[in-house]
T-cell receptor, first 114, second 114 residues
Framework: EAGVAQSPRYKIIEKRQSVAFWCNPISGHATLYWYQQILGQGPKLLIQFQNNGVVDDSQLPKDRFSAERLKGVDSTLKIQPAKLEDSAVYLC????????????FGSGTRLTVV | AQSVTQLDSQVPVFEEAPVELRCNYSSSVSVYLFWYVQYPNQGLQLLLKYLSGSTLVKGINGFEAEFNKSQTSFHLRKPSVHISDTAEYFCAVSRTGGSYIPTFGRGTSLIVHP
């Protein structure tokens, strides 16, 4: 079974630039999550999708972050404009359904904003 | 809301020695508990989970954890560690009803020395 794929692995941008991350979940997984992991902290949920609908985006900074999951498969997370404090690893995870216990995580995208 | 406290940010240990990584949680409702491991430059991998039943939970790679409701703890243990166990370990808690989105602790860095 292929894992959760994320790209790019690393990205360095200047503040105020925009950036996008891509995630391809495990085939058949209806639920997809984006997490932000700041250095020295545990992952924090940004947004949860069930198929192509948003279930929870209460912790997503909507003034600069956006995410979509067209056709209920791949997902993109965008930051525009980026701030220094957005430097973090962005993790994508997927699970079979809304009530699954434990997720499968991708390797993440490490974003550095300079 | 739930919260997780991982009492040690770093735990150094020699190879083949036993180790315990401590986790305490706070919640006003029933919870599920998880331990995840994150190897360098990788995503999180589920080690074990407590949903119900026996309070002693066995996971992958020889790890086990014990749920103690009275002490609101879920400590992770391994009787003999290997160099390859060097990684970041995250304790997580989720409520038992509705969406099982976990809240993660800050992580404990396990460093195994030869």
């Amino acid at each position: 079974e292929a894992g959760v794929a994320q790209s790019p692995r690393y990205k360095i941008i200047e503040k105020r630039q925009s950036v996008a991350f891509w995630c391809n979940p495990i085939s058949g997984h209806a639920t997809l999550y984006w997490y932000q992991q700041i250095l020295g902290q545990g992952p924090k949920l940004l947004i949860q999708f069930q198929n192509n609908g948003v279930v929870d985006d209460s912790q997503l900074p909507k003034d600069r972050f956006s995410a979509e999951r067209l056709k209920g498969v791949d997902s993109t997370l965008k930051i525009q404009p980026a701030k220094l404090e957005d430097s973090a690893v962005y993790l994508c995870a997927s699970s079979l359904d809304f009530n699954a216990y434990g997720y499968t995580f991708g390797s993440g995208t490490r974003l550095t904003v300079v | 809301a739930q919260s997780v406290t991982q009492l040690d940010s770093q735990v150094p240990v020699f190879e083949e020695a036993p180790v315990e990584l401590r986790c305490n949680y706070s919640s006003s409702v029933s919870v599920y508990l998880f331990w995840y491991v994150q190897y360098p430059n990788q995503g999180l991998q589920l080690l074990l989970k407590y949903l119900s039943g026996s309070t002693l939970v066995k996971g992958i790679n020889g790890f086990e954890a014990e749920f103690n409701k009275s002490q609101t703890s879920f400590h992770l243990r391994k009787p003999s560690v290997h160099i390859s166990d060097t990684a970041e370990y995250f304790c997580a808690v989720s409520r038992t009803g509705g969406s099982y989105i976990p809240t993660f602790g800050r992580g404990t860095s396990l460093i195994v020395h030869p």
